[in-house]
């Protein structure tokens, strides 16, 4: 227990003896001491629940000696005429031991039954994670040490098309595997809180190009455009992280919608914020899944590949930036994959002349 | 195979990674001299005398930007370093103390060399005065501090003009936040980085044939800038 606490522990026990006096005082004329002897055992009692045993000692302690003093006759003296006065000093110390030791043990319990059930959710977490990571980076790990056996072993019985063939599809799914394990150790980073935000003024448009730039192979068979409105404002945001949530739903429409169709980025400038979307004109999700989808691990039926960990990680990047993802069914065949982030004004720059001297 | 391209120092802790380099470098024609540790790569640096040093940022024995630190109190060699995804700060670090460029792992080794090209373009044929640089159907000539897009003269404004022959300077190669800001704007603004966001903006519009898709000044994000010219 913290030392502030212990002191509001003491602070409330003084108070409570004093409480106690003055409802004595007003109690006195009309009844009997036994009566006021009792009020100052609630506050034993009271404060051995709440507090540590230290206070209840000090309450038990404080109020005999209020009592004494002040209500037992004679009066003004810490003379203990009555030997039943005693009897009520030692009942109250005990009380006061034996209550605020029960309490700690039940808080004790509370506490150790907490942190177990942590633990067991802990572990259940941990193992679905061990799960669902080792089956996803199994199937490249398969894929790559069949194909690099062939190329070691059998390499020279090999046409020079198989060769090239086997060496590609190793580099495509070491890369895959890459780009999985980056998403895992994001993912844990982001959980435990270990991520710092690095912000910087940045351009939507122009992460967006790099994105697109990036995500070109993946994007190919789709139709990608981009629409900014003419007064965006620069965002005060991560780039390396905005940069991944832009990738991680465009990817992610890239991976669920027909080839061949529209995949757009495009941003709102609000009151308050700005919400970019990347909407796709696939066959839309369920509305049952609209939340879903940001689970961790969350695999929709039909899509190859991929950890089901890119939106999660989408969503709680934006969460750091302050903002909030969703997705929305779009009204004809669609999901809308939106985040928002606050609208903040970039500081004034100089001004030049349109031309250089010569 | 053209032997005699020039040497180049790897210095690199994991076998794997080195033994991958010296074969995909030396079947380029370059001779690699390899360093498994940091310090004996800041001694190998001096008595190989390399014309360019790859160095690990993950070194176990020195941390990478001392190396750097240590080679450029007496080169001017190019250095590219290698580094994990996800550590920019540890990039901008190696990039600061002067390293040249960076190349980020897992790599293909088409970017490697598409950087160690670059870099070693740039030891061979340092910035001249005069020097014009491609980009698309936009020349950029620095020497009349003006643009030709498909015949046209583009007005450029005098901070374009520092902007473009900065990235020139580096042609092929990155250029921070930080160094563009300092030499174009003072360093009292190296981290006025939405000035960089404005003009970029605006030369991309200039010079581009698709400002929103560019592919001569393109974004390393969070790092800087990189001008690609057309050879």
Known sequence: ?358 | MNVGRGTILVVEDEPEIRRFLRSSLGAEGYRVVESATGRRGAIDAGSHKPDLAIIDLGLPDMDGVEIIRRIREWSSMPILVLSARTHERSKIEALDAGADDYVTKPFGIGELFARVRAAMRHRVRPMQGGMQVRLGNTLVDLEARRAIRDGTEVRLTAIELKLLGCLARHLGMVVTHRTLLAEVWGPGHASDTHYLRIYMKQLREKLEDDPARPTHILTETGIGYRMVADD
């Open chain 1, 1 to 358: 227990m913290s030392a502030t606490r212990q002191w509001i522990g003491y602070a409330w026990a003084a108070g409570a003896s004093t409480a106690c006096t003055l409802a004595g005082f007003a109690m006195a004329p009309r009844f009997d001491l036994v009566n006021i002897a009792m009020v100052y055992l609630l506050a034993v009692v009271v404060i051995a629940l709440r507090f540590t045993r230290g206070a209840a000692v000090f309450t038990s302690v404080a109020s005999v000696a209020l009592f004494d003093f002040l209500f037992v006759p004679p009066q003004g003296t810490f003379t203990v005429d009555d030997v039943q006065y005693l009897l009520t000093f030692a009942i109250m110390l005990a009380v006061a031991v034996v209550i605020s030791g029960l309490t700690r043990n039940v808080r004790e319990q509370a506490r150790a039954q907490a942190v177990l059930e942590v633990e067991a959710e802990t572990e259940r977490i941990r193992s679905v994670l061990l799960a669902s990571i080792s089956h996803d980076l199994r199937t490249p790990l398969a894929v790559m040490s069949g194909a690099s056996s062939s190329l070691a072993e059998r390499g020279e019985l090999l046409g020079e098309k198989e060769r090239r063939e086997l060496a590609r599809s190793l580099y495509e799914q070491s890369r895959d595997m890459g780009e999985r394990v980056a998403k895992v150790l994001q993912m844990t980073r982001l959980e435990t809180g270990a991520m710092s935000l690095d912000r910087d003024w940045v351009s939507l448009p122009e992460l967006a190009a790099t994105v697109l730039d990036r995500l070109a192979e993946r994007l190919a068979g789709h139709r990608a455009m981009v629409e900014w409105p003419a007064d965006l404002p620069l965002v005060h945001v991560d780039a390396v992280l905005l940069e991944q949530v832009l990738a991680n739903l465009l990817d992610n429409a890239a991976r669920h919608t027909a080839s061949g169709t529209v995949v757009r980025l495009r941003a709102q400038v609000r009151d308050a914020d700005i919400v970019v979307s990347v909407e796709d004109f696939g066959h839309g999700i369920p509305e049952a899944d609209v939340e879903r989808v940001f689970a961790k691990f969350h695999h929709a039926g039909t899509a190859p590949g991929g950890m089901g960990l890119g939106l999660s990680i989408a969503r709680s990047i934006v969460r750091l930036h302050h903002g909030e993802a969703w997705a929305e069914r779009i009204p004809g065949g669609g999901t809308a994959f939106r985040f928002t982030l606050p609208r903040e004004t970039a500081p004034a720059m100089p001004a030049e002349p349109p031309e250089a001297p010569r």
